[in-house]
């Protein structure tokens, strides 16, 4: 029996096809405690978790114990999985990257929502002795839209067998506003259909009457009379018609599933593992489904657009943490795009200059998202007092490498940090540096000349206290040294403001790496194991000239890559080539922040500029003789 009908605010079925889908968004750690509940924390107990499988591919904790590949074990993990699959193909159909990563984050986090992964027992025949036994929800994306099947069996109490298993599809897809001609993109949901089949007792009940008064679930899924007859036709006519007047309806199909296989919502997806669960119970099972038929059906819609390169929903801005990770996602895919250019014309070229305005403007919201990495940065460092280490990590290996040129590392108001300061320190770490190059040159130096090199480091050793100790740790403490000399200069630039100083060495230890992420968030290249790397650290005390706003400090940074080391390469996203792809490989960057007159380091401008060639595979010449 197929037969249309209009939408009841009680059905069972009615109200599974209009489940509402909320597209808020949630907090990123409400989401990942909602889906390790739902998918992971029960493993072991009473109640067995939902198993999830993704594009074929099974993601759950009963499945991660026994995958060769390793699967994610925790919320966060699969929520991480999941959106980076549904972002990847949103954002491979066109959806800019930071819409594509909101709305993918947006709909993974439907895996963690009691509501939607629950639609499904409302179709569950209530009052009746059975229990819940297995549970599966199959995830596919395909383009621009996501597919959720859920299956649930049910098995008679005291029983091995099953009595009734649910199925419910919905998906959630996206597309451009304004039939492709708008600026925003658009999620969407529908409920594409709900199904229940019902064995032994169950299906006598249904079976027992048309009439839906007559028996429970009849009255459960509110089963019309089969029409009949000339006015039967009439009235399904009618029901129909009452679409254009703003009703809704659904299709209810009644029957024997093997004489139903050509009912879409009969689709099952295939090889869910589900026990007990087979071709003869599918056979011989009563169906009951539906589908949304006549009418306007809305199971929920959300706008998204990109304004300024932030991205809102409707009239509000999103989140800051959410708001970041799309910026940055917008930036992997800017340079996935890049990535394809380079591959396809083995040449690509790339930059760009992130100050807004003219000289030395004021920088464009999306600088603070540097600001804000220095800011996390520096009060994780106050907390653990790993400021002194953290500044030798960034400094202490180039003041010791640049001891042995005349390049000037760090300048203070245009004049070389260090040339006011101890100069056997830095004869020191001169002499270390020979010692070190003469030993490493494959016994290319004299032995008479690695015999003086070693007199002169000892005595130096001897001068500095640091005598009895290896040449690599010597090394280490001179590289300390140099860096509290630089603290020190530092010190005496702020006399009686320890405040504006140590905002300056803040800066110094974390404002590059924070600076980097802006120029990722651009799309820049990242080299790995760069080669022959120029660095240089210009401070001012004073404004430079040109600059509209006051500062305390101005700390200028600037780095060259012009080769790549050994395991070397270049990611651009999610793609990375190895060194010997290029042909030619190389990059500049730098920054400008300013310690304002409150203490806080602000990102004023950054740029990079990258070049790369690949090596293009010689062809050989074409024979002019026959083989």
Known sequence: MRVSRPWLPTGSLDRALNHQVSFDELSHASVCEGIDRHFFSSLGATAAPIRLRVNEVWADAAHGAVALNAPPRTGSELLEQVSATISAAFVGADVPGNIAHVQAFV??????????????????LPNVEQIAYQQVLDVSVRGTEVCFHKTTTYKAKGSETLAQVVDLGMKIWTERSYLGFGDSWRLHAQVTNAAVRLSGALERDVLLGADETLTPAGRHFKVPMAPNGFWGCITQVFSRLAGLLGKRGIEVVVGNAENLASVKAVTRPGQLELNYLDEDFDRSALLVCAEQDYGWWNNGVAEYRSVGGQVMRGNYLLDDELQFKAYMANGEAKADRQAGLLLASKKLTVGDDLRAGGRFALASH????????LTRTVLAAQSTATLFKDLVDALGGDLFRYSMTSHDFITLDAENIMSRHDAELLEYARGLSRLERAQTAEGSAMAAELAELRRRVDALARAHDLSGLSEPEQITQVKKRLV??????ISEAFPGDPGGAFQVLTTLAYAEKASHVVIQGDGGPQFLNGRDETRQISIFIKSPAGANFAGKAFIKFYSSVKTLGERGAVRFGRTTLAKDRFNEAKMSSGSLWCVDDNDEPILVNAWYNATFVLNVPATPPLSPWPV
């Open 366 to 373: 999306t600088n603070r998202y540097a600001d804000e990495y």
């Open 107 to 124: 709909i993974a986090s439907q895996l963690a929502c009691e509501e939607f992964l629950n639609v499904d027992r409302l179709l569950s």
């Open 484 to 489: 509290v000399a630089v603290i020190d200069r």
